[in-house]
């Protein structure tokens, strides 16, 4: 597996004050005759844009391409059948034996457990978290992700969580 690059490395107790938190984007894939056109426009932004972005695809086979052909220094996110898999390893106590290829692990945040986030931190993997309903993404959800160490919060809620962010730092 490949390193994380710089702006998506997880550390040993992450905390959200708002002086530090910083907007990311996750370019999710969905389309094989995207692949080359994102990887082109990728190129063309400045390192500190770089910076604040996670490449991924929910299909594994988009997953790969993406992994062959992206610059080095964009961390990639697992793909869909490790979206699944890796909780479910992780109860099972085997997942230090299972091959992660990705630089971050993106994490259904119901499922999230601080043993996980920490297994995960220890294959010096970032961890992404997202709730599938827009109802359960909540302030009380981004205090648990700050509590279990989550690296990066995916919210379709971002005034909210600025907020949260805002009352830490306060």
């Known amino acids: 597996s490949s390193s994380p690059s710089q702006s998506c490395t ?17 370019v999710d894939v969905k389309d094989e005759a995207a692949v080359e056109e994102v990887l082109r426009s990728i190129d ?8 604040r972005l996670i490449l ?10 993406l992994r062959k052909a992206k610059p080095r220094d964009v961390p990639l996110c697992s793909g869909f059948s490790d979206f699944f898999l890796i909780p ?8 230090p034996l ?10 259904l945040g119901c499922c999230l457990l601080p043993r ?24 009380e959800w981004y205090e648990r992700c700050a509590q279990e160490g989550v690296d ?4 379709d809620h971002p005034l909210l969580l600025r907020s949260f962010l805002s009352s830490l730092s306060s």
């Open 152 to 155: 990066v919060v995916l919210s």
């Open 44 to 51: 063309l932004l400045p390192p500190p844009a770089r910076s």
């Open 116 to 139: 996980l986030v920490h297994s995960l931190h220890a294959r010096n993997l970032c961890v992404l978290a997202f709730q599938p309903r827009p109802h359960w993404d909540t302030a």
């Open 56 to 65: 991924g695809a929910v299909l594994d086979t988009l997953n790969a391409k």
């Open 10 to 26: 997880p550390s040993s107790s992450p905390t959200y004050p708002a002086s530090a938190a910083k907007t990311m984007l996750m």
């Open 98 to 107: 299972y091959p992660i290829d990705a630089d971050a692990v993106l994490a």
């Open 88 to 95: 479910l390893l992780h109860a099972l106590g085997v997942l």
